[in-house]
């Protein structure tokens, strides 16, 4: 799963132990203060998908997940030219689910940076999943990991990957790096 990642062009990717996730139901309330443009926009976004709780609950069910990012200057992460790179992100952690499902993992699932309307739909008004219908991208589209409470430090600290805080004060000037990422929980673990 790590080759196929860097295949694909990720700038990194690692095996990590799924109970080492840490999740945070505190991260979830930046969805809504100030509210997310993503927030209540789909079926994977805050309030809807699984809760922060729920998600908690549910790594015990995972004995790895390959974890990913693509690293991005941050002239690029503070504008609207991240949203393809995030969709990447998205289908990076679709193509590894599909992988890993066919490398006979029974229970698997797919978490990546930035809300799927904006990324898959924004061209439409509504979100077929919350209408009770069939994803337009489904099979693509993943919970997003800040509406999950996922803590990227500590992501980031298990994938052993340094660092860089972006925040809106981050200079987009200087070359300064940052990074979008995801990961794909599984068990029946696979040839890694």
Request: glycine share 10%; hydrophobic share 40%.
């Amino acid at each position: 799963m790590v080759a196929l990642a860097l295949d694909v062009g990720v700038s990194d990717a690692r095996v990590v132990d799924a109970g080492a996730l840490k999740v945070n139901a505190d991260l979830v309330r930046y969805c809504r203060e100030p509210q997310c443009l993503n927030y209540g926009a789909s079926g994977h976004c805050p309030p809807h998908g699984p809760s922060a709780r729920e998600f908690q609950l549910s790594l015990d069910w995972y004995e790895k997940a390959v974890v990913f990012k693509f690293d991005v200057p941050v002239s690029v992460l503070m504008t609207d030219e991240r949203l393809p790179i995030s969709r990447q992100v998205h289908e990076t952690a679709a193509l590894l689910e599909r992988f890993a499902k066919n490398a006979g993992c029974v229970v698997t699932m797919g978490v990546a940076t930035g809300g799927c309307k904006a990324l898959f739909c924004s061209g439409f008004d509504a979100c077929l999943k919350l209408q009770g219908k069939l994803c337009r991208h489904d099979g693509l589209t993943k919970p997003s990991m800040s509406g999950l409470g996922v803590d990227f430090a500590v992501l980031s600290e298990l994938a052993g990957w340094p660092l860089n805080k972006v925040t809106a004060e981050s200079s987009a000037s200087d070359g300064e790096m940052g990074a979008l990422a995801g990961f794909v929980l599984f068990s029946g673990t696979p040839d890694q």
